[in-house]
């Protein structure tokens, strides 16, 4: 029975067996025509027996169609048989190098280590191949905390290499730092640019200098590089309990924390541990302040902290709104105006709604940023504040904002405020008032807009008074009434001693009158006398188009 068993496996064996031909074809249909078909004729075509002197020729065909279709599961799974070991060391080597890359970026660290450690053991690896193998291997290493593993193979690494480029022994140290391996980082030091952050991160870990030393360092880099190593600084201030440290990173990346209460937090850590050296009381304005100025000149990002204490626990409302304002100030100062935004945005633990000074001040900084939103959440409800002279100038700038924020239906009792006054309206104001008609005859309230420009008109003189008859008659223009625009533009011309804003109302009246249909109506004036349409005069159908007012 057993002879039996065994002929009819010899001969079933037998039955598939091919022939070089075979091999030779499939060759040419994996690189010709389909690997699918090929890896269908190896399956059906290669040797059961390991045994046979072709089967590592198929099994090594098998490989490539594998790798070639991006198969990484089932090309380790071959590997990783015994009877593997009979292909020949340079299929090998590419098998297992394609296996470490694809394994790599896939982040499945282990079986990337273990493909490249055997791919180095083949004897076929090209030298190139190599140092990015053993990059890989490090790589994997590190993330697998295998810190004096990632070492060694680094030494071997920097064995293959003539040299090893700074950027290289910055990466490594870097990762050694990532898994806490500071002293093995530390040997790495003398191959480092002095100035990379990774060098003052390992001697500020080992002590070898201060906080302070490392923050002045901190500020020298630009902003795109201290992002880039945040995570990492940020890690070290917490590990070394440098409160001073981590409230200079809040402060400048104050989005890469949680919510607001993590910048206050960073505040109160480094204003109550002075606190607590001095020996004060919360409540006790006097002594708080009086280490404020202590502080004011030695170091304002801690007397920023005080300020920021202050600010939530003063003993009197006064006190508590005026370090918040000199807070803010001196935020604004730095252009640390994110950090402000968080400080006393949405959850902040200050009473913003109950500050209008500083709610003020807030909106004009948002404004200045052109955030139109933010400046109208600040404003709303708020009444004349301080700064602001009158309350004509006040609804000016609220109504851009509104307008510019798109709250446009809430613009009209603004803009009506805005009108009641008939006193003259200051210079630099006029611009502003000038750009709120304009919004709001862009969105709609054309007659409210010239309402305005009438009132606006009468409270201005000379070429401000043309600048205001301009914008009047390009919304005239809109509306299709051209007489009333014509005449609108004759007087910002008679008005005007600006050279351009003259040609440009006098090109703007003869369109008017040539869709009025007075073609040959000569205009003249005083100082400029002209009978010929302007070459650049707008056509008729570029009525509905306003320009910007000069």
């Known amino acids: 029975m057993q002879f039996l068993l065994t002929l009819i496996f010899y001969l079933v064996a037998g ?77 090998q080597a590419l098998s297992w190098t394609y296996l470490a890359h694809t394994f790599n970026e896939k982040k499945q660290h282990p079986i990337s280590q273990l493909a490249g450690l055997n791919a180095i053991w083949t004897t076929a690896v090209d030298p190139q191949a190599l140092s990015s193998l053993r990059l890989q291997i490090v790589e994997a290493q590190l993330a697998q905390r295998m810190g004096d593993e990632a070492y060694r193979s680094m030494l071997r690494y920097q064995q293959d290499k003539v040299s090893l480029n700074k950027d290289e022994a910055a990466n490594f140290a870097v990762g050694l730092f990532t898994i806490g391996q500071d002293k093995l980082a530390a040997t790495w030091l003398d191959l480092l640019d002095p100035k990379h952050p990774v060098f003052y991160l390992v001697e500020h870990r080992l002590s070898r200098i201060s906080g302070l030393t490392f923050t002045q360092y901190l500020t020298s880099l630009p902003a795109d590089r201290l992002l880039q190593y945040l995570p990492l600084i940020k890690q070290q201030a917490a590990k070394a309990q440098d409160t001073r440290l981590n409230l200079w990173l809040d402060e400048r ?63 009197t409302d006064a006190m508590r709104q005026q370090s918040a304002v000199r807070l803010l100030q001196q935020l604004v ?179 008017c009158f040539q869709i009025i249909g007075w073609p040959d109506q000569p205009y003249t004036t005083k100082s400029h006398t002209r009978t010929e349409k302007p070459t650049d005069a707008p056509s008729r159908n570029d009525i509905t188009k306003r320009a910007k007012p000069n």
């Open 15 to 91: 039955a598939c067996l091919a022939s070089p031909e075979d091999l030779v074809q499939t060759h040419q249909i994996a690189k010709e025509v389909s690997l699918r078909l090929a890896l269908s004729r190896i399956e059906r075509l290669q040797p059961k027996l390991t045994s046979d002197t072709e089967w590592a020729d198929w099994e090594a065909l098998r490989w490539q169609a594998l790798r070639e279709l991006k198969q990484p599961e089932m090309l380790l799974e071959r590997l990783q048989a015994q009877e593997a070991m009979k292909v020949e060391d340079a299929s």
């Open 253 to 315: 990346f104050p989005n890469s924390t949680p919510n607001t209460k993590d910048l206050w937090s960073s505040y109160r850590q480094v204003a109550l541990s002075l606190g607590n050296e001095a020996q004060l009381l919360t409540g006790d304005d006097a002594a708080w302040s009086a280490l404020y100025k202590q502080w004011e000149k030695k170091d304002a990002l801690t007397a920023r902290a005080i300020l920021a204490h202050q600010s939530i626990t003063a003993s």
């Open 333 to 511: 100062e730095l252009g640390l105006t994110d950090a402000a935004f968080s400080l006393f945005g949405e959850g902040s633990q200050y009473k913003v709604q109950e500050d209008t000074q500083l709610r003020y001040q807030l909106g004009m900084l948002a404004a200045s940023r052109k955030l139109y939103l933010l400046a109208h959440d600040y404003w709303q409800d708020l009444s004349l504040p301080a700064e602001e002279s009158n309350m004509s100038l006040w609804s000016i700038r609220q109504a851009e904002v509104l307008l510019r924020a798109g709250k446009v239906e809430n613009t009209g009792a603004l803009i009506r405020q805005i009108i009641k006054d008939e006193t003259p309206i200051p210079a630099e104001q006029v611009p502003q008032a000038l750009e709120v008609a304009r919004l709001a005859g862009d969105s709609g309230h054309q007659e409210l807009a010239l309402e305005l420009l009438g009132n606006l008109a009468r409270r201005t003189a000379g070429d401000f008074k043309a600048k205001v008859a301009m914008v009047q008659g390009r919304l005239l223009l809109a509306k299709q009434q051209f007489v009333a625009a014509a005449d609108a533009f004759a007087s910002a011309l008679l008005l005007s001693k600006d050279v351009d804003l003259k040609r440009n109302a006098q090109s703007l009246a003869e369109t």
